[in-house]
């Protein structure tokens, strides 16, 4: 599954989202490739991708794609991203 | 393991300090990334910009802000720096603020400080190590909790 973080600049927050979304989908034993960009270039690279993970703030930047948006409250919340993960896998 | 030394040292901190407004705190962090050369004052302006622009996205967790901006030529290294404030400010954050701990980045490339984001990553989702971070008295401390 391949996974797209979002955040402004796409060097800092989205690079510690990209960490603890690898470290929930480990501990969930889910197969994830996580990369991470910035919201401007995000609607180019967001269809090849399965999901797409950003902040509230952000996520109205990305209307229009097709793939799935959800947005993370709390980056440093394991259960609030594994909940999000699990919607997902199959 | 990452070099917490080289990418926090003494000068990156400002603990318990008082700031008007979140464009004070991010001021705060930008004059400690300063301080310990990894960026020039152009970097401050650019991370104020970049909340001015794109909304408190920055404020990620509850209490925690990480203020940083794009590369550019104002980044001369990479590294953070650690503002606690003594009273919480908002941020106009509504899942997250107040505010109460500022981490400045200064990052020339996503690899480069991607084991000390993993490190800093590890210590802020452990609740036991977070309460710790809040209580640390000294960068030494701080240094000890990260890396633990």
Same mark, same amino acid.
């Given at each position: ?7 402004? /600049? ?38 090849? /991708? ?32 594994? /909940? ?7 | +393991? ?10 990156? !901190?400002?603990? &318990? ?9 991010? =001021?705060?962090?930008? &004059? ?5 050369? !990894? ?7 650019? +991370? ?5 622009? +794109? ?17 550019? &030529? ?16 908002? !941020?106009?954050?509504?899942?997250? &603020? ?12 996503? =690899?480069?400080?991607?084991?000390? +984001? ?16 809040? =209580? ?13």
């Amino acid at each position: 599954m391949d996974i797209l973080c979002v955040c402004g /600049n796409g060097i800092g927050t989205s690079v510690l989202l990209k960490v603890n979304v690898e470290q929930a989908a480990a501990d969930l034993g889910m197969d994830v490739n996580v990369t991470t960009s910035d919201a401007g270039s995000a609607k180019g690279t967001a269809n090849m /991708n399965d999901l797409v993970l950003t902040s509230n703030e952000l996520a109205s930047e990305l209307e229009g794609t097709t793939t799935p948006v959800e947005t993370v409250d709390n980056f440093m919340d394991m259960d609030e991203i594994k /909940n999000i993960l699990k919607e997902y896998a199959d | +393991m990452a070099d917490f030394k080289a990418f926090l040292p003494d000068s990156s !901190f400002a603990l &318990d300090v008082s700031v008007e407004d979140w464009k004070g705190a991010i =001021q705060r962090s930008g &004059d400690a990334l300063v301080a310990s050369g !990894f960026t020039t004052d152009a970097y401050t302006q650019q +991370m104020i910009e970049t909340v001015e622009k +794109m909304g408190p996205y920055i404020v990620i967790a509850p209490g925690l802000a990480l203020a940083h901006s794009r590369p550019s &030529d104002a980044v001369l290294g990479t590294g953070l720096s650690w503002i606690r404030l003594k009273t919480p400010v908002e !941020f106009g954050n509504k899942a997250n &603020d107040p505010v109460s701990l500022v981490i400045g980045l200064a990052g020339r490339d996503e =690899q480069e400080h991607l084991q000390v +984001m993993s490190a800093i990553a590890g210590a802020l989702t452990n609740k036991e190590k977070t309460a710790k971070l809040a =209580q640390a008295e000294t960068p030494d401390e701080i240094r000890a909790i990260l890396e633990g």
